[in-house]
């Protein structure tokens, strides 16, 4: 059975810094595209930024809101995702899911974490 | 960043057939933003119901179907269900970087 579980969220000060981690199980992790996704108290979804595996580059894309401030990596030996998020902002207050959608050969999935919240307040 | 538009809300009778659509302010969308569409319930996860403009996973019900239509992504439901009732979102990738649109809001009464 997939299973995606986030952790890592709370609450910190505008300025802060958090890292968010998923813990991937159940498929071969190191062959899986992972993206994040956040979603405001209330607000619609917004996509932040995608994996590769490493058979298709390992490379990453990041929305523009977050660009330069949040960085998606990937530990294949821990079959983990992390989502480094620096320079926080009120805005950034949301619930925060990873999701793995395809695999290096495109075949597409949709396994989602069950989220975990991040409050950036004083 | 670009911005992807879809209409707030629409209200379908049950059996009835809706179709929300999904617009960019870069222009046409087409195939090479590969349109996602996802449901989402209250206090749930999304779902993926399209990827790649029209491709269905294993769960989704045949009555939802994809496609381009006048220049945006549809994603059309025909004979609508009590619990086809959601948020549903469409996501178009802009050479690799994605952007939600806002969501619609369907309603089936």
């Known amino acids: 059975e997939v299973q995606l579980v986030e952790s890592g969220g709370g609450l910190v000060k505008p300025g802060g810094s958090l890292r968010l981690s998923c813990a991937a199980s159940?498929?071969?992790?190191?062959?899986?595209?992972m993206k994040w996704v956040r979603q405001a108290p209330g607000k619609g979804l917004e996509w932040i930024g995608r994996i590769k595996s490493k058979a298709n580059g390992g490379t990453t894309d990041h929305a523009a809101p977050v660009q330069g401030r949040f960085t998606i990596s990937r530990d294949d030996s821990k079959n983990t995702l992390f989502l480094q998020m620096n320079s926080l902002k009120v805005e950034d207050t949301a619930v925060y899911y990873c999701a793995y959608y395809r695999d290096s050969s495109a075949y597409h999935v949709d396994h989602w974490g069950q989220g975990t919240l991040v409050t950036v307040s004083s | 960043q670009a911005v992807v538009t879809q209409e707030p809300s629409l209200t379908v009778s049950p059996g009835g057939t809706v179709t929300l659509t999904c617009g960019s302010s870069t222009g046409a969308v087409t195939s090479t933003h590969y349109p996602y569409w996802f449901q989402q319930k209250p206090g749930q996860a999304p779902r993926t119901l399209i990827y790649?403009?029209?491709n269905r996973h294993s769960w989704t019900p045949a009555r939802f179907s994809g496609s381009l239509l006048g220049g945006k992504a549809a994603l059309a439901l025909s004979g609508a269900q009590p619990e086809d009732e959601a948020e549903y979102y469409c996501?178009?990738?802009?050479?690799?970087?994605?952007?939600f649109g806002g969501g619609t809001k369907l309603t089936v009464l």
């Open positions: 159940g498929f071969t992790f190191n062959d899986a595209w």
């Open positions: 996501l178009l990738s802009y050479t690799g970087v994605g952007v």
């Open positions: 790649d403009t029209s």
